[in-house]
């Protein structure tokens, strides 16, 4: 999403690219190392204020490896890019619109397994299924209480912002951003569908709690059926907070069935632990055009699993300019370690 409307508020071993700034020796761990369990490899500015067929390259608001290993990048004005893993650099673009051929504020991206593309939007919100070239194939239902008001009880700009398959690819969950009315601040949901032959069809909602002032703008499914949770926010004249969380849905609620979640007994929330803050990740020499409480941190809203090996996973995140000339599109490439 567009963060100052709303606050004043790919494989393992991902080949580093000629244009990644250097982390430094691959034996200097504990010179990357944001956390105890994460580590910051390498990032680009690359493609910032680029363009790409006459394209705008930037508001990349989601990241997902694609069958081929390539890379899809989703832009929130209804692109969808896809990126070679080596270089970062465009290959090939297309346009997506709704029903009626109105922009999307494109936010969320699954390669299916099939390679179609399922894509949110924020607007309504919904999650459509796009052919390669950018067809519409089909739409997915959505909570009546998840839409925005006052067709439901949602605010614009802030719902279906993540979108992630678990693994075995049976399940798809969305993370709404923040609160719909009713709810306690902070806490958000995750809705589910389950795959129904070649449908996906409304099943369990769980709900999760924010840290204070900060929103959910992505989930990644990891290999063990977890989810790496990003927490964005952002502060006029101090700048973005950034944080990685790990969360487990085992034994938490379902709470579709629960009209408002207002800490009361008996409904138990995603589990959730802290895997870094990237203000603690070392800056590699980044520079920010705007203060920063540290100047690698920008408005970073994509996140990919990109391969994992020998316990870590390769992540691969990303940084929505929102065409401003104070914001950067940045890549972040990092290895993360599982409680």
Request: proline share 5%; net charge negative.
């Amino acid at each position: 999403m567009r963060l100052r409307t709303v606050l004043a508020t790919v494989t393992a071993g991902l080949a580093a690219a000629t244009t990644l700034t250097a982390a430094g020796p691959a034996n200097a761990q504990s010179s990357n190392a944001c956390s105890p369990a994460v580590s910051l490899q390498s990032f680009s500015d690359a493609l910032d204020k680029t363009t790409y067929e006459g394209m705008f390259v930037g508001n990349l608001s989601a990241l997902a490896v694609d069958r081929d290993g390539q890379l899809a990048a989703l832009s929130d004005r209804s692109s969808l890019f896809t990126l070679d893993r080596t270089t970062l650099q465009p290959t090939s673009v297309v346009p997506l619109a709704d029903e009626n051929g109105a922009a999307l504020d494109s936010e969320g991206l699954v390669v299916d397994r099939d390679g179609t593309r399922l894509v949110t939007s924020e607007t309504e919100p919904s999650i459509r299924r796009y052919s390669r070239d950018g067809r519409i194939l089909d739409r997915l239902p959505v909570p009546d209480a998840l839409k925005v008001a006052p067709a439901g009880r949602a605010t614009s700009n802030q719902t279906f912002e993540g979108l992630t398959l678990l693994p075995g690819g049976h399940t798809l969950l969305a993370s709404m951003e923040y609160a719909i009315s009713g709810d306690s601040s902070g806490i958000v949901r995750f809705q589910t569908w389950e795959r129904k032959g070649s449908h996906f069809e409304l099943a369990a909602q769980y709900a999760y709690r924010s840290d204070a002032g900060l929103g959910v703008p992505e989930v990644a499914a990891t290999p063990d059926g977890r989810l790496l949770v990003l927490e964005r926010g952002f502060t006029s004249g101090v700048g973005n907070t950034v944080r990685l969380y790990v969360a487990d849905l085992r034994h938490a609620t379902d709470t579709s069935g629960i009209e408002n979640l207002t800490g009361q007994d008996g409904v138990r929330l995603a589990r959730k632990t802290l895997l870094a803050d990237i203000a603690d990740c070392p800056s590699l020499g980044a520079t920010a055009k705007q203060p920063q409480p540290n100047p690698l941190l920008d408005n970073i809203e994509g996140l990919a699993v990109t391969g994992a090996a020998h316990g870590r996973l390769s992540l691969l995140l990303v940084s929505d300019d929102n065409q401003n000339a104070v914001q950067t599109t940045r890549f972040y490439r990092l290895t993360a370690r599982l409680p």
